[in-house]
């Protein structure tokens, strides 16, 4: 399955939305490649704090995918860019090959369930099918599915409106490519245009409105964190701290359900070895450590998150 993230206005929130939705299908078990066709390469920074040739390497110089990809996690991996991904588009440009080309993605994908790809701000097709960016154009020609992120606001909103026009005049040149939907990102309550331009979303498109992404700062920082905004803004305080770097985990006995050991590790963690100390003095098991009530906001949440994930109960994970 190839769901690339388009939207002819910039700043949108395409590369943050790339970013979770790849980390969350592969937290889910699913095989994910991420490409990054942005020549900014902001999802390739992103993901491994430097830029990248992959995507020229494998699309311009034909190298072997697998020397290409620099794996992410178990289940993630990334088809990196940099600014020489924009000698892609002039070459697909010059020489007309970038539907072909980009068929490749198609040739990979039956190792990986899903492909998803950031793309640049701009105009894949003009409303009379002439291509305007050929790298986006053909990212999009090869896909499944179209998502559109979009912010509540009058440009934003023209900038999804020129999306869909390009992707039904994909759909006459002959691709299967569909619209997705829409995600509105960065929406404030506070903001009186957002819900009157909301409810224009809705108006017309429908059921293919998602749930809208708040324009929350843990969103946007997380990925610079090296960690999506679920285990970023897990804990309340550590978020309020702006220490957000560290985990604890809770070792237990599988039988019995009685705890071994805590792996704490992070800033401020000496505050939290007292609780993890009383719990083994005391010989709990992992079911008793998850009912101990612990105040909010506070670190030694964290420890009752952990005590939860034990038995697959996390509420904030």
Known sequence: MIVTLANWKGGVGKTTLAYHIAHYLAEQGENVLAVDLDPQGSLTYTMIGKFSHGVVNFFLKERPISQCVTNISGRLSLLGGAEDTGDLRAWFQVTG?????????????????????????????????????????????????????????????????????????????????????????????????????????????????????????????????????????????????????????????????EILGLHIVGPHATELIGVGSAALAGELTVEELSRTILAHPTLHET????????????IHI
Not at 161 to 186: H, N, Y
Not at 303 to 314: K, L, N, P, Q, W
């Open 97 to 257: 090959r970038g539907f072909e080309s980009l068929e490749k993605l198609r040739q990979i994908a039956p190792g990986r369930a899903w492909i998803v790809i950031d793309t640049s701000p701009s105009q894949a097709v003009n409303m009379d099918g002439k291509i305007m960016d050929p790298l986006n154009a053909s990212a999009l020609y090869q896909s499944d599915y179209v998502l559109c992120p979009a912010q509540p606001e009058q440009l934003s909103l023209v900038g999804l409106a020129v999306m869909v026009d390009s992707i039904a005049a994909l759909r006459k040149a002959g691709s299967d490519v569909q619209f997705m939907g829409v995600i509105p990102t960065m929406y404030d309550i506070r903001n009186a245009e957002h819900p009157m331009h909301l409810k224009r979303l809705i108006a017309e498109y429908g059921k293919l409105v998602f749930p809208g992404v708040p324009d929350a700062i843990d969103v946007a920082r997380s990925p610079a964190f090296g960690q999506p905004v679920w285990e970023f803004a897990a804990s309340g305080k550590a978020a309020i701290l702006g220490e957000n770097i560290g985990f604890v985990k809770v070792v237990a006995e599988k039988r019995y359900d």
């Open 303 to 314: 420890i009752h998150e952990a005590a939860e994930g034990v038995h697959g109960m996390t």
